[in-house]
């Protein structure tokens, strides 16, 4: 019952917000959030599954009850844990604590339903990455969407109701496409399976029981619904060249929107993916390989030279984003323990790395209300604490060694370069890792600018250290990127015992 | 763990942890310590030396150390060799080379620090709370990458040695040049070890190991994967051992800022020159070298990567050389010199002398120290001018500063006694010997030897112009004083930069059949060394034929007479144009060729058209596209929904009877599609 | 004497066939109404005249069902039509056009 204590915990706190008075909303959410982030640590520590969710794991904390029946179909609600999800749980509470703290400066209207939208996002977080049954965990998938469009398109900068309607609309359509998909899937598994749990169909997919459907044989219909599955999560991700959502949301959204929205919202899209596409259908990701990987490397080195023709710092966190989530999906599609293993990593630290680079941007942005590279300079001068971490953020987001990126990107390197199942994967490793020196050309270039060199400022503001909240929250941040850039195993050894089955069995 | 159990060697770790402490404690508590944070770094890098020396002595007393400290992470993996499972750890190997190296970088360093005090704190310096604790960390980082017993975290560590220097460099961030030198020596460096990262990753999955030592080592692997002609990602073992050193090198190549990555060195004077010092003499450009002959026995395996090593050392020397004759600031005449003596170590790499390369590497940390420090104690006579042409005169002045120059200056030019002659006329022995047999290495060997000359010849103009004639400007008139802080440094170093050579008399052992090559003995594992990282095991594995001319020790005496006199004849040409009271510029003698090297070939340029010309507009045209085409696609959808129901909407006129009409018109033609799949109409 | 069923299909159509005459053609708007009613008891004749073919009475009980619903329709219509007089002064149904989009 841990797991709907979190849940739970969430969303009555999101009420609570959402009624209190605007003037104490920040400090009670942070408050209450405090509690999931104890909770999903004690759950960290407490971790005692093993192997994959979905391939007849240990689960830890699960709990399974009827909920309705469709047709031949029963739905239920079904939540538990794995390797692979509790370290996103527990990015997912730590990042909207952090996020809520972050908040307090910008956040001057409507405070209650602000924080009572994040903590609503918190809740369906948790549900997204606990969630084992396919309509419960669409419910969640989905209603992650909500306060999203609400939080950019109402606390917005001056383009906000585009880029949330462009962010619902996009995201929304390509979940349709997955959800049809999906149904398509279960259908054409036939007798094979009774319920909507994905670990049913996952060892049916597995044991080979997918029948045709609508004329389709069944290879064909797996093929079919590996591709409309990967559109589907590819635009959630996002992979090029669905991902020109996910500048304009950035843009807009306030800042700690940002923060989840990079930290936390695309790692559903890859968290998906390697739950769907990469657990359910060996065979067709080894048939698509080489796409894949040549996706993967467009989207790194793509990512990475838009990036380097923004001045906008947050277009260009944002683009780096694609970039780096390039690099998960390569370590997806090599099929290795270290690949997959490293991608899992990658998540998690990129939610890190991104989170606290959004902050960083954020405090910069709050006090002199410009994100132009070209507006400023020599911000050092003024906020070095603040801008000492936005270098050190830089360089993790780099690769910079004993920081996580670095265990992240060398891992799926490392597990890419050897891959059986990827022909020409050295190749393929090689063009992606230009990927580094691309993001050490604009995040340097950026910062000579910013923060660097004189001090000047175009905008009519006085600048001073950075808040201590604010500095706290991106120093927890910084705290964590270098524990798991020291001792990543922490987390990579739950994640490759949950890795190992999808790797060794079935194929 | 296993390191507390043989005696001295427990105390390893230490090595590092000491400066890593200093950082912290600097970083947190700078505000409070005296000497504005000083004192910890001084402490550290003075107890790192101990520290070193001890395990120095122990190596001496016939020992090693070899193990693993932290296991970082492992997993399942099969390698090209099929090995199974990796491990990716954190160790420490301490043989004769890591001892050396450590001792060198712990003492260039302590001094460094003492330095500092008189070089930045006696100048009022804002900021050097940050400036030690970045020195902690740069010193932390350069021991760790020494006794590094992988090659992942040789490269972990390699890579924070570029932080730090990054850091450092642009320590005077308000102004606009530093931050520029330092983006410029991350980035250049950077694309180096994108190659390098390429080429441990290739290791580690083609060998399943990254260790430097043992039997476990990719070294090892690789041996045996040439004599079983396996096939290694569809290249022979040979080809493929040539292709991931050649990456590995990349990395060489831009730390130790080698042709074409050196453009970023000469830059990076905006740093303090004490952080020159440092980065030049022990840390960030040595490391590259360092790393060469870390995992030697990989580059010995391969006669052609060991060929372009020598070609691209030798190429370095003599090109590097050229542009420091032509330049006006002290530093930079340092800066170009560095490069070119890199260049000497990599010739005798490549080349197979170990020793030689390893010898220079030696000489050279303690006279360019020495000599970048005593440029620092020049430039605090000048009040801070570095211009050579604003100076003259400062031999009375400054005594002390004068005479350890002068004796890093006789180092770096190569005269006898000094240490660089017996070093660098090592590598030049070692490339002739080499060279006789193979063409390439001969033209390695002859731009090597032609070097040497502009070396005399550049490192006398740059004494002359300082130190002696007329002072040309009211700073040289009346120089600043410096204080005790400086000097002491300057003294440790220059009488090292004097008698460091004497540790390997070649030459002279060669004519009296005497045993005191000791650097050799000490390398080829005589008193403690790891099995098979010795002189004499890289000796075996190097496929190079050697040649004589008449005798070895004719060659030998041949060689080291034509560079000391190559050398001499740099220094005296020096001397007439000039040691004079009033020198001129005598630039236009060189005509066309005085632009270009001004210029420095015009590499920087086209270097910043690559990044500026090349890939800025490449990287503009994609956001062009992604916004016009990409986004437009999107955009376009929702635009072509829109478009489509305004006109769709039409159809709701308003007026009932269309509607009407419409309901009919749909009724019939529901009932006609019905009809007809029906089989009404068959 | 019956009535084969087919006749009263016939007049049903005839009846439904004036009804949507008038509803595509006439434009004022009470003989829109009445054409509307047309065609509601040409059902209401093609209902009974099955209910009497297969004997049972639910579709009688339809057709009751539609009158009344014919009854209240009416109500409505002659309501709207008023309402369309006041308005527009006129009611001629292709006048009132603004309630579209």
Request: with cysteine; charged share 10%; proline share 3%.
């Amino acid at each position: 019952m841990m797991i709907e204590a979190l849940i739970a915990v969430a969303l009555i706190g999101a009420l609570v917000t959402f009624v209190a008075p605007n003037r104490i909303a920040g400090k009670l959410a942070f408050v209450i959030s405090l509690v999931p982030a104890a909770l999903s640590l004690w759950l960290f520590a407490a971790f005692d599954g093993s192997g994959n969710a979905l391939l007849d794991g240990e689960l830890a904390f699960e709990s399974q009850a009827a909920w309705l029946e469709i047709g031949d179909h029963s739905i239920s609600w079904f939540v538990g844990l794995d390797g692979i999800s509790l370290p996103l749980v527990v990015l997912t509470t730590i990042l909207c604590t952090l996020a809520i703290v972050s908040s307090w400066t910008p956040i001057d209207d409507r405070e209650s339903q602000f924080y009572g939208l994040i903590l609503f996002i918190e809740a369906n977080l948790i549900g997204v990455f606990s969630a084992l049954d396919f309509f419960l965990w669409f419910v969640f998938w989905e209603a992650v969407l909500i306060p999203m469009y609400l939080l950019i398109g109402i606390w917005g900068g001056p383009r906000r109701k585009y880029a949330a309607i462009k962010f619902f609309v996009y995201t929304n359509v390509a979940s349709l496409v997955m959800f049809g998909s999906f149904i398509a899937l279960v259908f054409g598994l036939g007798d094979s399976v009774t319920s909507f749990a994905l670990p049913e169909i996952a060892t049916a997919m597995r044991n080979g029981g997918l029948d045709g459907l609508f004329g389709l044989g069944g290879p064909a219909l797996a093929s079919v619904v590996f591709i409309g599955m990967f559109l589907g999560f590819a635009v959630k991700v996002p992979i090029v060249p669905f991902h020109t959502w996910l500048p304009d949301a950035h843009v807009e959204a306030p800042t700690p929107a940002s923060v989840l929205l990079a930290g936390v919202l695309l790692k559903m899209g890859t968290y998906a993916l390697l739950r769907f596409n990469f657990t359910m259908f060996p065979e067709q990701v080894e048939a698509y390989a080489i796409p894949i990987a040549a996706i993967a490397v467009i989207s790194v080195i793509y990512g990475a030279m838009l990036a380097l023709a923004q001045t906008d710092l947050k277009r260009i966190v944002a683009y780096s984003s694609v970039s780096s989530m390039g690099y998960v999906i390569l370590g997806l599609v090599a099929y290795t323990t270290f690949g997959v293993g490293g991608a899992t990593f990658q998540m998690v630290s990129h939610g890190l790395i991104s989170g606290l680079m959004f902050m960083a941007v954020g405090v910069i942005y709050n006090a002199t209300h410009t994100r132009m590279v070209t507006d400023m300079s020599g911000m050092a001068d003024r906020m070095p604490i603040a801008v000492g971490i936005l270098i050190a953020g830089a360089f993790g987001y780099m690769g910079l060694p004993l920081m996580s990126g670095f265990y992240g990107e060398f891992t799926i390197f490392f597990g890419t370069f050897g891959s059986e199942l990827l022909d020409y994967s050295p190749l393929f490793t090689s063009l992606a890792m230009f990927g580094i020196v691309i993001v050490a050309g604009y995040l340097l270039f950026a910062l000579q600018r910013t923060v660097f060199g004189p001090y000047r400022l175009e905008t009519d503001y006085e600048v001073s250290r950075a808040p201590v909240h604010d500095i706290a929250s991106m120093g927890v941040l910084l705290g964590l990127i270098i524990l798991l850039g020291v001792a990543p195993a922490l987390i990579f050894d739950m994640i490759t015992d949950a890795i190992e089955p999808i790797i060794g069995g079935g194929l | 763990m296993a390191a507390t159990a043989t005696g001295p060697f427990g105390f390893a770790p230490a090595i590092a942890v000491f400066p890593l402490v200093a950082f912290v404690i600097t970083l947190v508590f700078g505000r409070h310590l005296p000497k504005k944070g000083a004192l910890p770094g001084i402490l550290a890098t003075a107890g790192s030396l101990v520290v070193s020396l001890v395990m120095f002595a122990a190596v001496a007393g016939g020992d090693e150390h070899h193990t693993t400290l932290y296991e970082w992470t492992s997993g399942a993996a099969t390698s090209e060799t099929m090995v199974e499972g990796i491990e990716f750890t954190f160790g420490i190997l301490i043989d004769p080379l890591s001892a050396l190296m450590l001792v060198i970088v712990s003492l260039v360093a302590l001094l460094v620090h003492v330095f500092s005090l008189g070089y930045m704190n006696a100048e009022g310096e804002t900021g050097l709370r940050r400036y030690y604790a970045e020195l902690g960390l740069f010193t932390f980082s350069m021991l760790a990458f020494v006794f590094a017993d992988n090659l992942l975290m040789a490269f972990m560590f390699f890579e924070l040695v570029g932080l730090c220097s990054y850091l450092l460099i642009g320590f005077w961030f308000r102004t606009e040049s530093a931050p520029s030198a330092a983006k410029k020596a991350f980035l250049v460096t950077r694309f180096g070890d994108y190659f390098f990262l390429i080429g441990v990753v290739a290791i580690a999955a083609t060998f399943g190991t990254v260790g430097f030592a043992g039997e476990e080592s990719f070294i090892t692997a690789a041996e045996t994967a040439i004599e079983d002609g396996t096939t290694l990602f569809g290249f022979d073992a040979e080809t493929w051992v040539t292709i991931t050193g050649l990456l590995v090198l990349g990395g060489v190549l831009g730390k130790s800022a080698q042709f074409p990555f050196h453009t970023w060195l000469p830059d990076a004077m905006e740093g303090p020159t004490t952080v020159s010092a440092l980065i030049h003499a022990a840390t960030m450009v040595a490391a590259g070298v360092y790393l060469v002959a870390r995992m030697f026995g990989y580059y010995a395996l391969s006669p052609t990567a060991l060929a372009i090593i020598a070609f691209v050392g030798g190429f370095t020397a003599l090109f590097a050389a050229t542009m420091a004759v032509v330049k006006d600031d002290i530093k930079q005449v340092l800066a170009y010199s560095t490069i070119s003596q890199y260049g000497y170590m990599m010739l005798g790499l490549g080349v197979g002398g170990y020793v030689a390369g390893v010898f220079h590497l030696m000489n050279h940390a303690f006279f360019k120290a020495l000599l970048f420090l005593g440029a620092g104690a020049v430039i605090i006579l000048m009040h801070h001018e570095q211009d050579m042409w604003e100076m003259g005169g400062l031999k009375d002045k400054a005594p002390v500063t004068y005479y350890t120059f002068l004796a890093g200056a006789l180092a770096l030019a190569g005269i006898v006694p000094f240490s660089g002659f017996w070093s660098k006329d090592e590598v030049l022995f070692d490339a002739l010997a080499v060279g006789l047999e193979q063409p390439v290495i001969l033209a390695a060997y002859a731009m090597g030897l032609l070097a040497v000359f502009f070396t005399g010849f550049y490192t006398f103009r740059m004494v002359f112009l300082t130190f002696h004639g007329e002072p040309r400007s009211e700073a040289a008139e009346d120089p600043h004083s410096v204080g005790w802080a400086v000097k002491v440094p300057l003294l440790a170093l220059g009488t090292l930069a004097a008698v460091a050579g004497f540790v390997n008399l070649a030459p002279v052992a060669e004519l009296l059949h005497a045993d005191i090559t000791f650097l050799e003995f000490w390398l080829d594992g005589e008193y403690g060394a790891v099995e098979g990282l010795t002189y004499h095991a890289y000796h075996e594995t190097v496929a190079f034929e050697e040649g004589v001319i008449g005798s070895e020790t004719t060659t030998m005496l041949l060689s080291a007479g034509l560079s000391l006199g190559l050398a001499l004849a740099g220094a005296f040409t020096a001397h007439t144009l000039y040691n004079v009271p009033d020198p001129s510029r005598h630039t236009t003698k060189l005509g066309g060729a005085y632009r270009v090297l001004k210029s420095n070939y015009y590499q920087d340029e086209y270097q910043v058209w690559l990044a500026e010309g090349l890939t800025l507009p490449l990287a503009r045209a994609a956001d062009r596209f992604d916004q016009t085409v990409i986004d437009g696609v999107v955009n376009g959808t929702s635009t072509i929904s829109l478009f489509g129901s305004d006109r769709l909407k039409r159809i709701q006129t308003g007026i009932v009877t269309n509607y009407a009409a419409l309901l009919v018109g749909g009724f019939i033609g529901l009932l006609l599609v019905l009809g007809y799949l029906g089989g009404w109409f068959a | 004497m019956t009535v084969d069923v087919q006749y009263y299909v016939l007049l049903s159509m005839a009846v439904f066939c004036i009804g949507l005459f008038g509803v595509l053609t006439r434009r004022n708007a009470l003989l829109f109404l009445m054409s509307v009613e047309l065609m509601l008891n040409a059902a209401n004749i093609n209902l009974i005249a099955f209910a009497f073919y297969h004997g049972n009475l639910t579709g009688q009980l339809f057709a009751l069902f539609t009158m009344a619903l014919a009854a209240a329709e009416v109500a409505v219509g002659l309501g709207i039509i008023l309402v369309l007089y006041r308005n527009f002064r006129d009611v001629d149904v292709t006048v009132p056009t603004t309630m579209r989009w």
